[in-house]
């Protein structure tokens, strides 16, 4: 009788693949890593969505600030203008005074604008033509007030808290471009770990990815929401 030899199957005889059980932990170790790269691929397009959302918010900060920036300047400007405008008329007053025309003098005195008035009396009662304690004009009195001086310290303020608000929001679309380098990591090493044989080193590298999974969920979990 010819003498038989049996050889065992190569998938039996594999390291990893012996039976049942091998079989079971090689379908757990593939659903890991197909778990990992699912979840990876949701988080890297949240980071995506809300680095371009506040990527968004920056610039249209920036350029709120800019506009704020302008109209504060053309506010600044404009009382500059009038500043000169109240100081030619001042100097033309106390010039027909100084020369006796009363009539001219009193021409100038209407053309002063309503908000130079309240200053312009308050110097002329502290008797300048004759105390020395008198300040040297009505620009220098504390009634002396420009509205538009104020409007362009109000939009200055309101420019530097939206050019504060533009820097924090490119600071957070900086964190979630940062967060994307962890979950570029989880993907690279849950895609190799499909590829070796060697099962504790798929252990291995499926548990770094899983960490950086977790570490990357932890600090994008940590970022303000645009």
């Known amino acids: 009788m010819p003498h038989v030899h049996v050889h065992a ?3 039996l005889s594999e390291p990893g693949h012996s039976g049942p059980g091998g079989d079971r932990a090689e379908h757990v170790l593939e659903l890991l ?7 990876t691929t949701l988080a890297t397009a949240w980071s995506g969505y809300q680095a371009a959302r506040w990527s968004g918010e920056q610039s249209q900060s920036f350029a709120r600030a800019s506009t704020m920036r302008i109209k504060a300047q053309a506010q600044s400007t404009l009382a500059g203008q009038l500043r ?13 005074r100084e020369a006796g025309d009363q009539e001219l003098a009193a021409l100038y005195r209407r053309r002063f604008r309503p908000d130079f008035v309240p200053a312009f009396d308050a110097w002329i009662a ?18 002396y007030r420009l509205p538009e001086t104020a409007r362009a310290a109000e939009l200055d303020a309101r420019a530097d808290a939206l050019y504060k608000a533009g820097t924090t929001a490119k600071t957070n679309d900086d964190r979630y471009i940062l967060s994307t380098l962890f979950f570029a990591a989880v993907l690279f090493f849950a895609g190799i770990s499909l590829r070796l044989a060697w099962r ?5 590298v499926l548990g770094m990815a899983g960490a950086l999974l977790l570490a990357g969920v932890v600090y994008v979990l940590s970022l303000p929401v645009a």
Do not use: K
């Not at 890593?33 to 979840?39: E, H, T």
């Not at 000169?84 to 027909?96: E, H, M, Q, R």
């Open 84 to 96: 000169i405008d109240d100081l030619v008329l001042f100097n033309s007053w106390l010039d027909a």
């Open 33 to 39: 890593a197909i778990l990992l790269l699912s979840l």
């Open 9 to 11: 199957p190569h998938e």
């Open 200 to 204: 504790p080193l798929r252990y291995v």
């Open 126 to 143: 502290q008797r300048p033509f004759t105390s020395r304690a008198a300040i040297p004009g009505p620009l220098y009195a504390p009634e």
